[in-house]
T-cell receptor, first 113, second 113 residues
Framework: NAGVMQNPRHLVRRRGQEARLRCSPM?????VYWYRQLPEEGLKFMVY????????ESGMPKERFSAEFPKEGPSILRIQQVVRGDSAAYFC???????????FGQGTRLTVV | GQQLNQSPQSMFIQEGEDVSMNCTSS?????WLWYKQDPGEGPVLLIA?????ELTSNGRLTAQFGITRKDSFLNISASIPSDVGIYFC?????????????FGTGTRLQVTL
């Protein structure tokens, strides 16, 4: 049973470009969370999705950031017109239900140059 | 917003010593999760707790769900160098329609030989 798969592991973008981060949850999991982590800091909640629905996006900036979890395929976190401050590690986690344990992917390290 | 406070923030211990860290909240939780994050990696689930008063072990790790449901602690016995990392507690916070998984501030553990 494969774990949570995130790709790419590392992503370099120039300022103004778009970044697309992918997350394939564990088999059977329909709940996906995205978190952002700066060096030496904790995990900051961004968005919580359940198949085709955004449940809570209170941690995601209203501009330039969007997330989706389509019926088929991985969850995508999209950052448009990236700026240097978007450089961080972005982690995805999935769970079977909302109140159960969540399992993390290896993260995508985004560097904006 | 609701927060999970972890203490201590960081600790240096000698190899072989026992470690204790805790997590507190002003809100009641129905689930407590403990994760460990190694440098450059995603958090890995260590222990999940679902009942007030529950005490669960995983090898040298023991975690307890506080009776008040507002706290939890994690103990590591006979620490070894590979215990180095950041330990996070987490719990689902009810957002109305669902629960989003929220993380504590983390306890950074460093082991000296």
């Amino acid at each position: 049973n494969a774990g949570v798969m995130q790709n790419p592991r590392h992503l370099v973008r120039r300022r103004g470009q778009e970044a697309r981060l992918r997350c394939s949850p564990m088999k059977g999991h329909s709940h996906v969370y995205w978190y952002r982590q700066l060096p030496e800091e904790g995990l900051k909640f961004m968005v919580y999705l359940q198949k085709e629905n955004i449940i809570d996006e209170s941690g995601m900036p209203k501009e330039r950031f969007s997330a989706e979890f389509p019926k088929e395929g991985p969850s995508i976190l999209r950052i448009q017109q990236v700026v240097r401050g978007d450089s961080a590690a972005y982690f995805c986690a999935s769970s079977l239900r909302s109140n159960t344990e969540a399992f993390f992917g290896q993260g995508t390290r985004l560097t904006v140059v | 917003g609701q927060q999970l406070n972890q203490s201590p923030q960081s600790m240096f211990i000698q190899e072989g010593e026992d470690v204790s860290m805790n997590c507190t909240s002003s809100s009641i939780f129905n689930t407590w999760l403990w994760y460990k994050q190694d440098p450059g990696e995603g958090p890995v689930l260590l222990i999940a707790l679902y009942k007030a008063g529950e005490l669960t072990s995983n090898g040298r790790l023991t975690a307890q769900f506080g009776i008040t449901r507002k706290d939890s602690f994690l103990n590591i016995s006979a620490s070894i160098p590979s215990d180095v990392g950041i330990y996070f507690c987490a719990g689902p916070i009810n957002t109305g329609t669902a629960s989003k998984l929220t993380f504590g501030t983390g306890t950074r553990l460093q082991v000296t030989l």
